[in-house]
């Protein structure tokens, strides 16, 4: 089947010209909720059959043997990024003592029941309040791990856009694939999930920014309708002038359509306006990740929101990754821009030639090759692409990306965590500050998110297993007065007691590290486990972490 799809896309891509400029859309749907609070003591909790997420089609695209580079503009800069480092022994201990570290949705809840697998477990952080949303189901909690909405504690995620006109897509279907975010600038929430109809003819992103900084209070609601283009695997990042989603287009829910990359009008949103959504679409990139700011110092002032990709999935090694800067134009629509940023074309990006060994995970393959104990059943990576979040901060002195895959380049392994640490993006060229696979011994590390805090320091929280223990959650990190490309020992934060059986292969789907606005220090991360030997029954922890206060 992955054959014939690959046959089927590269056959017809000839025949789809490239739109060079932008895709503009008004909302199909405006409306405003009632609070979440309401929402859960109407008891509007609604179960759902157990299911793989997005079973009807692989949320991949085939690999392609032939180069493709002929389909995107020749870039103008080109950044060397060197033979990454590969860190084969532990460092001192991490000195981020574990704080908070609570039982959240899953199996562990009250009165919850899973419904579906993968989680897609993500989660935003205000002073107060944590937002945590697993696929059909969100909670908000306080930081010491107290639901907050009332019993039984979570809402169903389509319930947010009930304020919407009946049979709206947001409205009628609970699809998941969710993203929770705190606009610190503004003090507002954002929450975001797609739907779709049971043959994928309509399709749609929903979109509901709140009216005040409380998550349990009312929220602007929005829906964006793509006809028969399923938005998949969206990932939000915050910036100043606007919230940008990126997407992996499916026609019908099954062939690919593009690497899509969208832009909501920010002020537009927050204000409950009208919000123009403007989109470039490319055919051949693959799972952008949109910058997301973290820190009170916003970047410098007209600065574009910063795009990562790499041309895994249309090439084969050497790879390279590629940075691209995305201007949009609400007044103008016409005149956005999503370029390498130095006068290039459309889609032209800032390449960053990766070293040989930059690989996928699991031999350049990229997908289910994670053992487990107990059984044969192996985990997919999704070592196709980035990891959420792609983080970046204003230091002043210099302004950082920040983020992570699960790539194959370490003997014994099927995945490593690799981290980057890439500065100045917007200069030319950029500098490949940290370049680290972290493989302190042979047992897989995948599913990652990572963040920096205000001085610098860096924690990273991913996934780990073998064929002699269960996956279980772990977290690393380094003081920013570390030696470069070298992570400090790693943290148990749950040892998995059991492996996800039966025929299932998806894990995750991706995990989420927020930095906590209230002292910028404290590092929240969510991910999922299994508690015993089983399937769609998976368990999930909320933990936080802080490094002491001192350079």
């Known amino acids: 089947m992955r054959r014939l799809l690959y046959l089927s896309f590269f056959a017809s891509v000839a025949a789809l010209a490239q739109v060079s400029g932008p895709i503009v859309t008004a909302p199909g749907a405006r409306g405003v909720s009632l609070s979440l609070e309401q929402i859960a003591r109407n008891g509007q909790v609604t179960a759902f059959p157990v299911q793989e997420f997005r079973v009807s089609r692989n949320h991949d695209i085939p690999k392609a043997t032939v180069n493709r580079s002929g389909f995107v503009p020749a870039p103008y800069v080109t950044v060397p990024a060197d033979t990454p480092a590969t860190q084969s022994a532990t460092f001192q201990p991490l000195g981020a003592p574990i704080g908070a570290n609570f039982e959240a949705l899953g199996v562990g809840t009250p009165g919850y029941a899973v419904t579906g697998a993968p989680p897609d477990t993500t989660l935003g952080v205000s002073d107060t309040q944590i937002v945590q949303w697993v696929n059909t189901h969100l909670a908000v909690y306080n930081k010491s791990g107290t639901p907050l909405l009332p019993a039984p504690g979570f809402i169903p995620g389509s319930q947010v856009w009930s304020g919407l006109a009946a049979g709206s897509l947001c409205r009628s279907f609970n699809r998941g694939d969710p993203l929770v975010q705190y606009d610190r600038i503004a003090d507002r929430w954002i929450l975001s999930q797609f739907a779709f109809n049971a043959n994928f003819s309509l399709n749609a992103q929903c979109i509901a920014v709140s009216t005040s900084s409380n998550a349990l209070g009312t929220y602007n609601l929005y829906q964006y309708d793509f006809g028969t283009e399923l938005p998949d695997y969206g990932k939000l990042g915050v910036w100043p002038d606007a919230y940008y989603i990126t997407y992996n287009m499916f026609n019908n829910g099954a062939s690919f359509s593009g690497g899509r990359a969208c832009a909501y009008d920010r002020a537009a949103m927050i204000a409950g306006n009208a919000a123009q959504q403007i989109c470039f679409n490319s055919l051949s990139r693959f799972s952008y990740l949109p910058s997301d700011?973290?820190?009170?110092?916003?970047?410098?002032?007209?600065?574009?929101?910063?795009?990562?990709?790499?041309?895994?999935?249309?090439?084969?090694?050497?790879?390279?990754?590629?940075?691209?800067?995305?201007?949009?134009?609400?007044?103008?629509?016409?005149?956005?821009?999503?370029?390498?940023?130095?006068?290039?074309?459309?889609?032209?990006?800032?390449?960053?030639?990766?070293?040989?060994?930059?690989?996928?995970?699991?031999?350049?393959?990229?997908?289910?090759?994670?053992?487990?104990?107990?059984?044969?059943?192996?985990?997919?990576?999704?070592?196709?692409?980035?990891?959420?979040?792609?983080?970046?901060?204003?230091?002043?002195?210099?302004?950082?990306?920040?983020?992570?895959?699960?790539?194959?380049?370490?003997?014994?392994?099927?995945?490593?965590?690799?981290?980057?640490?890439?500065?100045?993006?917007?200069?030319?060229?950029?500098?490949?500050?940290?370049?680290?696979?972290?493989?302190?011994?042979?047992e897989a590390r995948w599913m990652s998110s990572a963040a920096f805090d205000k001085l610098g320091n860096i924690g990273i929280g991913y996934s780990a297993s073998s064929a002699a223990i269960n996956p279980g959650i772990r977290i690393a990190g380094r003081r920013r007065t570390d030696p470069k490309n070298i992570l400090r020992t790693e943290v148990v934060v749950q040892a998995g007691s059991g492996s996800q059986t039966g025929t299932l292969a998806r894990w995750g789907d991706y995990s989420t590290m927020q930095i906590d606005p209230a002292n910028d220090c404290t590092f929240w991360f969510t991910t999922q486990y299994i508690g015993v030997n089983g399937t769609f029954n998976w368990r999930t922890k909320i933990a936080s972490f802080k490094f002491p206060n001192r350079n």
């Open 293 to 442: 700011l973290d820190g009170d110092t916003l970047p410098p002032l007209g600065s574009p929101n910063y795009h990562i990709s790499w041309d895994w999935a249309f090439t084969l090694a050497p790879y390279t990754m590629q940075l691209t800067k995305f201007v949009p134009n609400f007044n103008v629509p016409a005149n956005s821009t999503f370029t390498d940023g130095f006068g290039g074309a459309a889609f032209s990006f800032v390449a960053f030639d990766l070293a040989a060994n930059t690989l996928a995970s699991c031999d350049d393959n990229g997908n289910a090759y994670v053992p487990q104990t107990g059984t044969a059943n192996l985990l997919d990576t999704l070592g196709s692409r980035h990891m959420y979040r792609l983080v970046y901060r204003n230091f002043t002195t210099h302004d950082s990306l920040l983020f992570t895959q699960a790539v194959d380049n370490a003997a014994g392994s099927t995945a490593q965590l690799r981290w980057w640490e890439i500065r100045n993006p917007g200069a030319n060229p950029p500098i490949v500050y940290q370049n680290s696979t972290f493989a302190p011994n042979t």
